[in-house]
C-alpha cells in the first residue's frame, strides 16, 4: 500500500536551469495539490489538479512555474529558469475526494516527503 | 483573511507534561481545521482533525479543543512524550470548486525533554 512518492527527494539547480518536480499519487487517488515550503516557514498551497485538468492555481506565481497531471503518468511540477528564491521543499499531496466536501475523511491530504530543491 | 496564525513558535516540554499549541483564524468560511505532524526531512502527516461544528475531539493523548466564536483552535498532547518532538502545523480548508485548500499556520517546533 504504497503512499504519494516524490522524485527527486533531492535537486540540484543552477540558476537559469529547469527544474522537474514528480509526484505519484496514492493509488486510486485522482486529485492532486502541490504545496511549497519556505524554510523555518508553513506550507503554502500552489496548484490542485484532477487527471488532465487545473481545477485551481491561484497559489502558483504566473511566470515560469507550471504543473500538469496527465491521464498516465505521474504529476509534474516544471520551473523553468530558476532562481535561487526557488529554494524551497515542495510537497505534493493526494487525495480522494469523492463527494468535494472537506470534511469527508476521503478528502484527506496524504503528504509526500517532499523534494528539496536548491539553486546554486 | 485567509491566514491561520499560529503560536508559539517553539515550545520545549518536560517528559510528560502537556503541550499546547494554538491558532486563529479569520475567514469563516472555513470548515475543516486538521492538525498535521511533521519529522525533519519528512512530509506531514495528518494528527487529529476537527469540523467547527464539533468543540471538542479526543484521539488517544490528542485532543483538539475548538471555539467558533473566537476563531481558535488548539492542539493538545497530554503526556507529552520524546517521540512527540517534532514540528506540528494547524491547518485549515476551504472547498472551493472542489478542491480543498488548506492554509496552514506558521509552525511550531516542540521538542520534549526526557
Known amino acids: 500500500n504504497a503512499g504519494v512518492m516524490q522524485n527527486p527527494r533531492h535537486l540540484v539547480r543552477r540558476r537559469g536551469q529547469e527544474a522537474r518536480l514528480r509526484c505519484s499519487p496514492v493509488?486510486?487517488?485522482?486529485?492532486v495539490y502541490w504545496y511549497r515550503q519556505l524554510p523555518e516557514e508553513g506550507l503554502k498551497f500552489m496548484v490542485y489538479?484532477?487527471?488532465?485538468?487545473?481545477?485551481?492555481e491561484s497559489g502558483m506565481p504566473k511566470e515560469r512555474f507550471s504543473a500538469e497531471f496527465p491521464k498516465e503518468g505521474p504529476s509534474i511540477l516544471r520551473i523553468q529558469q530558476v532562481v535561487r528564491g526557488d529554494s524551497a521543499a515542495y510537497f505534493c499531496?493526494?487525495?480522494?475526494?469523492?463527494?468535494?466536501?472537506?470534511?469527508?475523511?476521503?478528502?484527506?491530504?496524504?503528504f509526500g516527503p517532499g523534494t528539496r530543491l536548491t539553486v546554486l | 483573511q485567509q491566514q491561520v496564525k499560529q503560536s508559539p513558535q517553539s515550545l520545549i516540554v518536560q517528559k510528560g507534561g502537556i503541550s499546547i499549541i494554538n491558532c486563529a483564524y479569520e475567514?469563516?468560511?472555513?470548515?475543516?481545521f486538521p492538525w498535521y505532524q511533521q519529522f525533519p526531512g519528512k512530509g506531514p502527516a495528518l494528527l487529529i482533525a476537527?469540523?467547527?461544528?464539533?468543540s471538542e475531539k479526543k484521539e488517544g493523548r490528542f485532543t483538539i479543543s475548538f471555539n467558533k466564536s473566537a476563531k481558535q483552535f488548539s492542539l493538545h498532547i497530554m503526556d507529552s512524550q520524546p517521540g512527540d518532538s517534532a514540528t506540528y502545523f494547524c491547518?485549515?480548508?476551504?472547498?472551493?470548486?472542489?478542491?480543498?485548500?488548506?492554509?496552514f499556520g506558521q509552525g511550531t517546533r516542540l521538542t520534549i525533554n526526557p
Open positions: 499531496a493526494s487525495s480522494l475526494n469523492l463527494r468535494g466536501f472537506a470534511s469527508s475523511s476521503t478528502d484527506t491530504q496524504y
Open positions: 493509488k486510486g487517488h485522482s486529485h
Open positions: 489538479l484532477q487527471k488532465e485538468n487545473i481545477i485551481d
Open positions: 475567514n469563516t468560511a472555513f470548515d475543516y
Open positions: 476537527i469540523r467547527p461544528d464539533v
Open positions: 491547518a485549515a480548508s476551504i472547498t472551493i470548486q472542489g478542491a480543498q485548500k488548506l492554509v
